[in-house]
Structure formats: C-alpha cells, structure tokens
C-alpha cells in the first residue's frame, strides 16, 4: 500500500495475513517515485513495456504513462501492475510531520 506526499510514494506490503481482520503492515526500505518504482521493477523482471503491458493487462500507453510520471492515473490499473510484483497501493495514515517537513 502506499500513499503520496509531493511526487515520493511509500510502499508496504501485507504478510502475515490469515483474515482479513489481520492485516500487518511493513514499510518496505524505500521511499521512491511510483514511476521510478515500476521501472525499476520492470527492468529487474527483464521486462519490456509492451510485455508488462500484456502480462498485466494494461495498454502500452497507460505502461509509458506510469513511467514518465504522469500525475492522473487510474488507480484500479496501477494496481493491476504492481499486483505483477506483490504489490498495491491504498489509503495508509498520513504522518503530520514528515508531510509538512517536506512542504519547507
């Protein structure tokens, strides 16, 4: 899961689920651009976008998107692709300090 403070996604994942009243939430070491993020991924999976594209079900435009950093995305499809890597982004608490820290 993640959420977005200007332009840096935080990433984390759920393990250790039994029910869907166990969730646990591990932030993963990174802090990165989303874009950055799925490239990355792409490239260590020997991917080309347009076989991203397919495998997630995505059209090859909204791939190239997603890695320029496009700002309005869908985000029921960025799931799609980052479900491909174990992933998915959603609604996590907002931390009041780190967001007005990075505002100055």
């Excluded at 009243?21 to 260590?44: C, G, Q, W």
């Excluded at 435009?61 to 985000?75: D, N, V, W």
Aim: with cysteine; proline share 4%.
């Amino acid at each position: 899961m993640g959420f977005k403070c200007n332009y840096c996604w935080i990433f984390y994942t759920f393990s250790g689920i039994k029910n869907e009243n166990d969730v646990i939430l591990h932030p993963l070491r990174y802090k990165m651009t989303l874009s950055k993020f799925v490239k990355e991924k792409r490239k260590a999976a020997r991917l080309t976008q347009p076989e991203l594209a397919e495998k997630t079900g995505v059209g090859l435009r909204f791939m190239r998107e997603l890695e320029q950093g496009k700002k309005t995305l869908r985000i029921d499809k960025v799931n799609q692709v980052l479900g491909l890597f174990g992933h998915v982004m959603g609604p996590v608490p907002l931390d009041r300090n780190e967001a007005s820290e990075e505002k100055s």
